[in-house]
């Protein structure tokens, strides 16, 4: 049995360490706790998007451990021939790890991650997601929700920003009967860093898909990151839930959702956005829980 | 001496691949490169060939994979063809510019639209500029031996360079010919286990890959592969000697001249149609007439030295492509003239285009190509750019 | 104080002593990132109660509990204020860096 991970017992050492993201970015801190949990024999997989820009740009490496970038579509690809190289040279006690955004995931990477999963390779995928394209400069993803403004999503007299929902990138991850599924948020480290351990013990496929709020993408103070992280679940605009040995659980399950135009109002992206868009936000958020509640309870 | 075995071309590249032994072999089916595969995948299956073949869900993910294989330094195989080759295109410059020592086999096949399954070099010309060497065979034979010799040559310490092994579709892929297996141990002793130091990801040396260069960087990381693509010449020449000394098949390194000594004409060819140019060769030097052939083995890197040196003296040089670069001419034709216009005298060049979506390049067709070389030497004006064997022109 | 330091680098002369690939050696640091501070993190170690809460939420990870007392690598932090906004007995004071 693993030790209770938390600031106390967590590593000092960081494996992470001098990269270029923006300050307070919420990526950098899942990546960041992510290695600390995962160890310096971990073989991290990125495809292009933030947290490969910030942290190759020769001659400054911000990985202490190994590390490569991999063509975009190609999070899932890359990290299951690391660990089938890594095999196949007999290398143990290694993790090979895909940490890929929002729109590397749940866009241009679904296809190699739902190949990796399929033949359960032994990797673990997080889906860091701030809930567009950030990198490019704050693009609508099949990730971003609704009522987002974003740089291909405006909101005008026509449109309330994005019109779609967020993908259910996890159940669609869980459909394939995966190993080990979860979703997190920097809002809730210690659970987020129980999942990261999980997933590090457990043979197979793992995938966490940790909510991380983009002060630069979402125009918020940088300083109230991982608050509005804690946030967006209290308010039921995301969840904590795992899926594990074909079932479903829900983590954390409030009796009341704390305030969805609190968690709103602070960010630039959904200033624009009237009642009735928040009605229909709240109605979907509703829905999805009806749904969790009665069958992700037991 | 080895068994020998009557198998196709997709049959001999499995048989080479088996003796190479790699680690891992991803790949993705599309026709003509199937049989490989299905091949690879029966090897892995009855334990003749101890790897992992990974079932990708895409050719993108094929190469995707074998990177990820080749980063912390094992053995990679991948094969595709046409199609599948330009949807994994973008992996190739990322595997090139990673030094990754990937083989891929590659069915040479023409590319949609119209859709059309059979042989043609559109594919490979394609990806010309992607980084790998590319080398195309005539036989099955030269297939089988060109599997141990990829890697061998892709993994040299000094050329570390993916590489691409081109089999005309179906002309090769599914014709069967008699091919000698060498023995398992002579190749073990030949291609030694791979052994990348510098550019793999290492638990005890942490290596950071396929990072970014900016403008202040970038062009130095690129002239340095450039460099070691031009200096693997001399390895690819070192290691067709050495396969030669063992197993006793030479197959010349870069280029393989017939019959150029005092030709007057020659023909530049690259793949299967090789084989009947030498035999037109032969009708027509019977003739008296002096015509000469030039197979070109590689295209990356480029003989542009032993091109111009084969055929200083000749008054014409023909070269067959089974590709148009749209809006110009064939690829090959284009290089080939870059390579001559250092000469002092610059021979006469004529690019005879045929064998798009399959179509046969027959022995007369080959006939043609000569009678037209002989009329210009002779200074009968011909087309600079010829189509053969085709319906209607106009 | 425990953090990755920069190293000493010089760029090569020659092609040759150009790396092979786009490869490099990881927890390689050649420049740091305190010039993007506006605001520096101070702690006020008479209200810290050492509960590593700026330790485990700080994005950059510059603060080091290694040591008897919370250090933070001034080298590497950015200013984003989250070490403040997220300690609970308000020992951390955002104070305006002096150009």
Not at chain 2, 100 to 123: C, E, F, K, S
Not at chain 3, 84 to 92: K, N, Q
């Amino acid at each position: 049995m693993n030790q209770k991970l938390n600031a106390r017992t967590i590593t000092n050492k960081e494996l992470f360490y001098g990269h270029k993201a923006c300050g307070g970015c919420g990526e950098a801190l899942a990546v960041r706790l992510a290695m600390k949990v995962l160890g310096e024999r971990t073989f991290a997989s990125l495809p292009a998007g933030c947290m490969s820009a910030v942290s190759f740009i020769y001659p400054n490496m911000a990985f202490t451990s190994n590390a490569i970038i991999t063509p975009f579509a190609s999070t899932g690809a890359v990290a299951a021939g690391v660990a089938a190289g890594l095999k196949a040279l007999g290398i143990e006690d290694t993790h090979s790890v895909g940490f890929a955004g929002d729109g590397g995931t749940a866009d241009i990477g679904l296809q190699a991650l739902s190949g990796a999963i399929d033949r359960n390779d032994d990797i673990i995928y997080f889906c860091n997601d701030n809930e567009a394209y950030m990198n490019t400069g704050i693009q609508k993803s099949g990730l971003t929700p609704y009522g987002t403004r974003t740089t291909t999503s405006p909101a005008g007299e026509n449109l309330p920003g994005s019109i779609t929902m967020k993908k259910n990138m996890f159940e669609i991850v869980a459909a394939h009967g995966i190993a080990y599924a979860a979703t997190a948020s920097i809002g809730y480290l210690e659970d987020f860093m129980k999942k990261v351990q999980k997933a590090k013990d457990i043979k197979g496929t793992s995938y966490i898909h940790v909510f991380a709020p983009c002060p630069t993408g979402w125009g918020h103070e940088s300083n109230i990151a991982v608050s509005l992280a804690k946030q967006a679940v209290d308010c039921g605009l995301w969840y904590l839930a795992e899926y594990e040995n074909g079932e479903f659980t829900l983590n954390k399950n409030p009796k009341e959702f704390s305030s969805v135009e609190d968690y709103l109002k602070v960010q630039g992206r959904f200033k624009h956005l009237e009642d009735r868009d928040i009605e229909i936000i709240k109605n979907h958020r509703d829905t999805k829980w009806k749904k969790m509640r009665r069958d992700w309870v037991r | 001496m080895g068994k020998k075995l009557f198998i196709s071309g997709n049959d001999a590249v499995a048989e080479g691949v088996r003796l190479a032994k790699p680690h891992v072999i991803s790949a993705y089916p599309i026709t003509p490169q199937t049989i490989a595969v299905e091949r690879l995948s029966e090897m892995v299956e009855d334990g003749s060939l101890r790897a992992e073949y990974m079932h990708v869900e895409s050719e993108h993910s094929a190469l995707a994979c074998a990177m990820g294989v080749s980063s912390v330094g094992a053995r990679a195989f991948t094969a595709t063809s046409s199609q599948g080759l330009l949807y994994m295109a973008e992996c190739l410059p990322y595997a090139s510019g990673a030094r990754m020592p990937i083989v891929m086999m590659n069915a040479n096949r023409a590319l949609a639209t119209p859709w059309n399954i059979y042989g043609d070099q559109m594919d490979s010309m394609f990806l010309i500029n992607s980084g790998w060497i590319q080398v195309y065979v005539e036989d099955a034979q030269e297939a089988l031996d060109m599997m141990i010799q990829a890697y061998k040559i892709a993994e040299h310490e000094e050329v570390m360079t993916p590489m691409m092994v081109n089999l005309d579709g179906f002309v090769l892929t599914h014709t069967y010919e008699l091919v000698e297996i060498p023995e398992q141990n002579k190749v073990d002793e030949f291609l030694p286990p791979i052994n990348m130091t510098k550019q793999k990801m290492d638990v005890d040396n942490p290596k950071s890959l396929c990072i970014s260069a900016g403008n202040d960087f970038n062009m130095e990381f690129k002239i340095k592969q450039e460099m070691d693509m031009k200096n693997s010449v001399t390895v690819i020449e070192g290691v067709d000697k050495e396969f030669g000394d063992k197993f006793g098949r030479y197959y010349n390194g870069m280029l393989e001249e017939y019959r150029c000594e005092d030709a007057q004409v020659i023909l530049i060819t690259t793949g299967s149609v090789t084989g009947t140019s030498r035999i037109v060769v032969d009708a027509l030097r019977e003739e008296g007439k002096k015509v000469g052939l030039l197979k070109l083995r590689y295209l990356r890197p480029f003989p542009a030295e032993g091109i111009s040196d084969t055929v200083k003296n000749a008054k014409v040089v023909g070269v067959i492509d089974k590709n148009i670069s749209f809006g110009f001419e064939g690829t090959i034709f284009t290089n080939v003239n870059s390579a001559l216009i250092t000469l002092e005298k610059t021979p006469k060049t004529i690019n005879f285009i045929g064998g798009l979506g399959g179509r046969d390049i027959t022995k007369k067709n080959i006939d043609e190509m000569f009678e037209s070389l002989l009329k210009e030497a002779s200074g009968e004006k011909q087309e600079r750019i010829q189509y053969m064997n085709v319906r209607c022109m106009g | 104080m425990k953090r990755p330091k920069v190293k000493k680098w010089t760029e090569p002369k020659t092609i040759k002593d150009y790396p092979m690939g786009s490869t490099c050696d990881s927890d390689h640091l050649t420049s740091i990132n305190a010039g993007w501070r506006t605001f520096r993190p101070v702690i006020n170690y008479d209200k810290c109660v050492n509960c590593l809460r700026c330790f485990l939420v700080c994005p950059d990870g510059v603060i080091d509990k290694s040591g008897e007392k919370l250090e933070i690598d001034y080298d590497y932090c950015k200013g984003c204020g989250v070490c403040e906004y997220e300690c609970r007995p308000r020992a951390i004071d955002m104070v305006k860096e002096e150009k």
